[in-house]
């Protein structure tokens, strides 16, 4: 059974439709990514599985007492609300100071508890609030653009922390990119969101639908092209992609 | 002891910091000083309709806070531009009870004691008020410090969590009443805003959690009232202001010393 499901979902803000018709699964344990050009409304689309924005038609369905691990784009922490990394860990649920270290551990922040959280660089931001969201042991982990604040380096050893969590714990995980290059390494399915969704499976199916390559606009030069290439002469050395460094042309 | 009315006061003080210290604390985060405002205001309103109806005036000004505070609170999550809509209801609930007020010729000699309150007559019964209405908030706020920590962080966070954000500041906004009820005697209408945020803000200063910022804005704001009622018996100034004047000084001498 699915962890979480949208049927026909429609979100409308006023008049305008900012989603129209999505209907998705995730299934326990895979990976899957939404793609889309800016304003796709692909944060959307998480916020209203999440169920912090209010769907006009259709339904979200959780499997029963589903644990998320909620890994929003940006946390702003107001300047005046003074908080540590160890504190921030224990919200909304209590953890033992091990198990606080053993997240910190995990994500690359050992030692990094007694920090303010305002203190934090982007990429330290986001590596605390996976570690937080790994604290209450999800079964799905949703990432809004998760790497939005890293480098390129850093991009990429995110994803190969995401895919560790995926093997140890078992984690199902949906994430929202635009970064067509590391992501499609990193995914077992691929959705494709223009407001609707336009083309969705494996990431060599979705590579090839005319429809995404339409939606990004990629030509000779770009990022897919690449991808492609690289896909098509891949004979499974695992890291097809770390030594490619290329422009995005999708944004 | 508690026939002493200096004692009596200086306990009024320190039984209303145990509910402002952690709750300014919220206001400051959730930048909510002008809702405090509104709130505090909308009492003198109670005041005098309390009068018309007979009803006790701590009675009076929960219900006319309450309601204010749930108008301000419900319009602000249907994305009414805040400032404006703050800045006219706070006014005018004022206004109107300053007006209505005037009506009842009794309180109106009496006027200033509601604007900047009157701590050096708080009765034993009042003083059992002040402190059963402090605790409740205290006691509130513990109950649901993780959630209304959640989503004051982001609002998102919660949800995901399965937090209800609305809920929780229906919490805050609850306690708000509360604590305008009790401090109403205590520093007035005028000056419950800064009973709440002064101190805080002071607090913030030194704290690396919120917790710590909670607590030891509980301390600033005892401090203060203790303090203040010293200065009001040294140079016979009003006692209200007298407190919000020393918690003042503490805010500008914590603000030095952490520049310095």
Redesign the interface.
């Known amino acids: 059974m699915s962890l979480i499901s949208a049927d026909h979902v429609c979100v409308r803000f006023g008049d305008e439709e900012v989603l129209h018709d999505i209907s998705l699964k995730v299934d326990p344990g895979e990976i899957v990514t939404i793609l889309g050009p800016n304003g796709s409304g692909k944060s959307t689309l998480l916020r209203a599985l999440l169920g912090i924005v209010p769907v006009a038609e259709g339904r979200v369905a959780r499997a029963e007492g589903l644990k998320i691990g909620y890994v929003p784009q940006r946390l702003m922490i107001d300047r005046t609300l003074p908080i540590t990394v160890r504190r921030f860990l224990s919200l909304p649920h209590r953890v033992g100071d091990d198990a606080a270290e053993d997240a910190l551990v995990r994500v690359g922040m050992a030692g990094q508890g007694a920090k303010q959280m305002t203190t934090l660089s982007g990429g330290q931001l986001q590596r605390v609030l996976l570690a937080r969201a790994l604290l209450g042991r999800p079964q799905l982990l949703m990432l809004d653009e998760p790497t939005s604040g890293l480098d390129q380096p850093g991009e990429a050893s995110f994803y190969r922390l995401i895919e560790e969590v995926r093997r140890e714990t078992g984690a199902a995980v949906l994430m929202i990119s635009h970064d067509l290059h590391v992501v499609m390494a990193a995914s077992d399915r691929v959705i494709c969101l223009n407001g609707h969704i336009c083309c969705e499976g494996t990431p060599r199916v979705v590579s090839n639908a005319p429809e995404y390559r339409a939606l990004f606009g990629l030509g000779t030069q770009g990022a897919l092209a690449l991808y492609r290439h690289e896909h098509d002469h891949d004979h499974g050395d695992g890291h097809p992609h770390h030594h490619h460094h290329h422009e995005h042309d999708h944004a | 002891m508690l026939d002493d009315f200096l004692v009596r006061a200086a306990l009024a003080a320190v039984g209303l910091s145990l509910a402002t210290g952690p709750l300014g604390s919220f206001v ?4 909510m000083a002008y809702f405090g405002d509104a709130t505090a205001h909308a009492a003198v309103l109670g005041v005098a309709l309390a009068l018309a109806t007979d009803l006790p005036i701590g009675l009076g000004t929960l219900t006319v806070a309450l309601a204010m505070a749930i108008t301000v609170a419900g319009l602000s999550a249907r994305g009414w531009a805040m400032d404006t809509t703050l800045g006219v209801l706070a006014h005018s609930a004022l206004a109107f009870g300053l007006v209505a007020v005037s009506f009842f010729p009794t309180v109106r000699t009496d006027l200033s004691a509601y604007l900047f309150g009157d701590i050096l007559a708080v009765s034993r019964p009042e003083l059992g008020l002040v402190w059963l209405g402090s605790l409740a908030v205290l006691a509130l706020l513990a109950w649901r410090w ?2 209304l ?2 989503a ?10 399965g ?1 209800n954000p609305d809920r929780e500041r229906l919490v805050l906004v609850v306690a708000l009443a509360l604590v305008v009820a009790v401090a109403l005697k205590i520093v007035g209408a005028l000056l419950i805003a800064a009973m709440l945020i002064i101190p805080a ?1 002071t607090a ?1 200063s030194f ?7 909670a607590g030891a804005a509980i301390a600033i704001g005892a401090a203060s009232g203790i303090g203040g009622l010293g200065l009001s018996l040294w140079q016979d100034t009003p006692a209200g202001p007298s407190i919000i004047v020393v918690a003042a000084t503490l805010f500008a001498l914590a603000s030095t010393l952490r520049r310095g």
């Open positions: 400051v985060w959730r930048r993780q959630s920590l959640t004051t962080l982001s609002e998102d966070l919660a949800h995901a969590a937090i803000a913030r704290a690396r959690t919120p917790e710590a910022m």
